[in-house]
């Protein structure tokens, strides 16, 4: 079963506005990344945070872990056009893993010039 | 920065072929992944490995295989091509360490079995 699911599937909106996007998984983790990926193209990672962090930055990106309810959400705030693309959280079960991670079915965001 | 690199970026293949795909990376990475993506089912891990010459199943290795001889070079093998594994293939490296460290991807090959 997936790990990650993120919600929404799909979202869509004007340059300027912010984007959230939310991630909820099922088991216990060590740290969860969020990753980029253009049309077409390979995965870019934008953030990690451990199981013991509740919010970290990376520029416009804020990563928020509750870790209770078992959920994470990625703001983007002041979305631009070059934003558009899918958006995957995966998760790290720990235990003797090697660096195997879980991924969501993602979302893709659509940002109107 | 970290570069992995795949053999093709597009490939298509008939029913029955052996199919070879590659991925090379310049970073040490111990970790090398290989995943398909498609629409509607996200990132599935195929197999993957830890260490030259070991290998570990993921979630979907059915009708695949892997080889590790070289630390940087990982191959996924389709012994005999179907057309339900038309697909996107992803490799991906990490270093090796307690927890999961952050995945660096190569570009894709989208591969059509006919």
């Known amino acids: 079963s997936q790990q990650g699911e993120e919600d929404p599937q799909a979202l869509s909106i004007q340059e300027g506005e912010n984007a959230t996007m939310n991630c909820s998984y099922k088991?216990?983790?060590?740290?969860l990344q969020w990753y980029r990926q253009n049309s077409g193209r390979g995965l870019v990672h934008l953030i990690l945070?451990?199981?013991?962090?509740r919010e970290k930055h990376s520029g416009r990106l804020r990563v928020t872990l509750d870790t209770s309810k078992k959920s994470s959400s990625l703001l983007i705030t002041a979305s631009r056009a070059a934003d558009t693309a899918s958006y995957f959280c995966a998760t790290d079960a720990g235990g003797t893993s090697y660096g195997k991670l879980t991924f969501g079915q993602g979302t893709i965001l659509t940002v109107h010039p | 920065d970290v570069k992995v690199t795949q053999s093709s970026r597009y490939l298509v293949k008939r029913t029955g072929e052996k199919v070879f795909l590659e991925c090379v990376q310049d970073m040490d990475h111990e970790n090398m992944f290989w995943y398909r993506q498609d629409p509607g089912l996200g990132l599935r891990l195929i197999y993957f490995s830890y260490d030259v010459k070991m290998k570990e199943k993921g979630d979907i290795p059915e009708g695949y295989s892997v080889s590790r001889e070289k630390k940087e070079r990982f191959s996924l093998i389709l012994e005999s091509a179907s057309t339900n594994q038309t697909s996107m293939y992803l490799c991906?490296?990490?270093?090796?360490?307690?927890?999961?460290?952050?995945?660096?991807f190569g570009p894709g090959t989208r591969l059509t079995v006919l």
């Open positions: 088991t216990s983790i060590n740290n």
């Open positions: 991906a490296t990490s270093p090796l360490g307690f927890s999961a460290d952050t995945q660096y």
């Open positions: 945070i451990r199981s013991n962090e």
